[in-house]
């Protein structure tokens, strides 16, 4: 598939460089790139994606555009109030590079719908912004055989890695089965730093570039997080397990099975309904095992991070702390982690087990978040 002058022209910047040339470029016009969700992540990928010259990009996204959009998702504007985000995406970035096709979902994925999807292209790109989407893409491109870069945001902090890449990892083997729903605040209800969005989204480009290309340092096997207040990056290792092609069957088969009896639940429900982790601890269970004493509270926040519940005194170590240097944790005896939602006291445990055999730890379901609704449901909070 050769270049034409025009494409010549165009991407000159990307032929100059010895790693791309017009080898590169020809690899890039053939390729296709479907995109999940036209949000906060979706925006940026999107748009760096089409000026790069890649040949075909699908957008699916079944939510319209509005204000509270506008913030963060930078292929939109006043005059795209109330549209489709896949239409108006498609419209923009078929501007912004005629040379590419654009093919707009504005449809929700669903279970059957991805595997459909995920044949016609070849590696995908996660932007969506819920634990129901994000283990239906994983699944399903496990199962087509697809990789699939991963982003996610919340509030400073984000991460991206890339999954089912060369028989690496997945989204399931860093965490096997969804958290309870509702357990995990969303960013309208923490918020969510808007230039976070376009960096997070940038970098999933970035790693999507890199497979097309064959470059060397894709984020396979490899959790990059990202703090945009102190600037600091950690990478964490993960690695594949040997259930992650069942797992992505099961998932699978229980969305489908959700949607065709018609249930209230989300497949994400439905998901984490067939069993419960053992090291995951419920605001009740929490409140038995600080009456027995057994327990060590460990705090992964921030030190900046509010509120200091005096209920949960114990050890402050951060996040970061711990993952630099996990034998902190050895002595402790029935140590459990918590921070504000539960998102990253579950990731840091879940490692902890799986890189470093450190079964003692387990963590508080939902965070402080989930233990003040507990304590207030009890009447303990007014």
Request: with cysteine; aromatic share 6%.
């Amino acid at each position: 598939m050769e270049l034409t002058h025009g494409e010549l022209l165009r991407y000159s910047r990307h032929i100059q460089l010895s790693e791309v040339g017009t080898t590169g470029q020809e690899l890039l016009k053939k390729a296709s790139v479907l995109v999940v969700g036209a949000g906060g992540l979706g925006c940026p990928a999107l748009q760096y994606l089409t000026a790069a010259g890649v040949g075909r990009i699908g957008i699916i996204d079944y939510d319209r555009v509005d204000e509270t959009n506008l913030q963060r998702q930078v292929l939109y504007g006043s005059s795209s109030l109330g549209a489709y985000k896949a239409v108006a995406a498609q419209a923009r970035l078929q501007d912004l590079n005629p040379l590419s096709t654009i093919e707009a979902y504005p449809e929700k994925l669903t279970a059957r719908r991805a595997v459909e999807l995920f044949d016609k292209y070849d590696l995908i790109v996660d932007g969506s912004d819920n634990f129901e989407t994000r283990y239906v893409v994983n699944d399903a491109a496990v199962i087509s055989g697809k990789p699939f870069v991963y982003g996610a945001i919340y509030r400073f902090q984000g991460q991206v890695s890339v999954f089912n890449y060369r028989g690496g990892p997945t989204y399931r083997c860093l965490y096997p089965s969804p958290p309870p729903e509702g357990s995990v605040p969303n960013c309208a209800e923490v918020g969510v730093l808007g230039v976070l969005a376009g960096i997070i989204g940038t970098q999933q480009a970035n790693e999507a570039l890199k497979i097309i290309l064959g470059l060397e340092g894709v984020l396979s096997g490899t959790v990059l997080i990202y703090d945009s207040r102190s600037t600091e990056t950690t990478r964490l290792a993960i690695r594949r397990k040997e259930d992650a092609a069942a797992r992505a069957q099961e998932g699978l088969a229980l969305a489908r099975k959700a949607v065709k009896e018609q249930r209230s639940e989300s497949p994400a429900a439905a998901c984490s309904s067939a069993g419960e982790d053992d090291f995951e601890i419920d605001p009740p269970q929490l409140e038995e095992l600080l009456a027995s004493g057994q327990i060590q509270m460990i705090d992964i926040r921030g030190p900046e991070e509010e509120p200091r519940l005096e209920e949960l005194q114990g050890l402050h170590l951060p996040m970061e702390m711990i993952l630099e240097q996990p034998e902190s944790l050895s002595d402790v005896k029935q140590p459990v982690l918590y921070c504000t939602s539960g998102t990253r006291s579950r990731f840091v445990v879940q490692l902890l087990r799986d890189n470093h055999h450190m079964q003692h730890v387990r963590h508080l379901r939902g965070g402080i978040g989930a233990w003040l609704r507990h304590r207030a449901a009890a009447g303990e909070i007014r």
